[in-house]
Nanobody, 126 residues
Framework: QVQLVESGGGLVQAGGSLRLSCAAS????????IGWFRQAPGKEREFVAA????????LYGDPVKGRFTISRDNVKNTVALQMNSLKPEDAAVYYC???????????????????WGQGTQVTVSS
C-alpha cells in the first residue's frame, strides 16, 4: 500500500512557476511508477506527466510539454513537478498517483493507477 500526499499548490500569475511535490509512504516507493494528473471544474481528469520507477523514463501530456518537468528522489520518496510558464488553462486540482512497475497498459489512463493522493489546487491568474 502506498500513501501519497501532494503539496506546493497555490495562486500564481500567468507566466509564473510553481513546484509541486508528492510525498509517498508505505511499501517500496521505488517499485512504483508515478504520474501527475489534473482536473479542472467540469472536465475529466487529464494526464500531465509520469516517471518510471527508476527515474529514467518520463512522459508528458501535449499541453505541458516543454514547460513542466517531472523528477523523483527514491531516497526521499518524493516526486516533484516543476511547472514553468504557467497559463490560466493550467489551473486545476493536481493529483499524483502510483502504479506498480509491473503493471501493463498505457500510462495516460487514470484506471491504470492504483493509489491516489488528495490533490493540491493550482490557480493561475491572467
Amino acid at each position: 500500500q502506498v500513501q501519497l500526499v501532494e503539496s506546493g499548490g497555490g495562486l500564481v500569475q500567468a507566466g509564473g512557476s510553481l513546484r509541486l511535490s508528492c510525498a509517498a509512504s508505505g511499501y517500496m516507493f521505488s517499485s512504483y511508477h508515478i504520474g501527475w494528473f489534473r482536473q479542472a471544474p467540469g472536465k475529466e481528469r487529464e494526464f500531465v506527466a509520469a516517471i518510471n520507477w527508476g527515474g529514467t523514463i518520463t512522459l508528458y501530456g501535449d499541453p505541458v510539454k516543454g514547460r513542466f518537468t517531472i523528477s523523483r528522489d527514491n531516497v526521499k520518496n518524493t516526486v516533484a513537478l516543476q511547472m514553468n510558464s504557467l497559463k490560466p488553462e493550467d489551473a486545476a486540482v493536481y493529483y499524483c498517483a502510483a502504479r506498480s512497475k509491473y503493471a501493463v497498459g498505457n500510462w495516460y489512463e487514470t484506471s491504470r493507477y492504483d493509489y491516489w493522493g488528495q490533490g493540491t489546487q493550482v490557480t493561475v491568474s491572467s
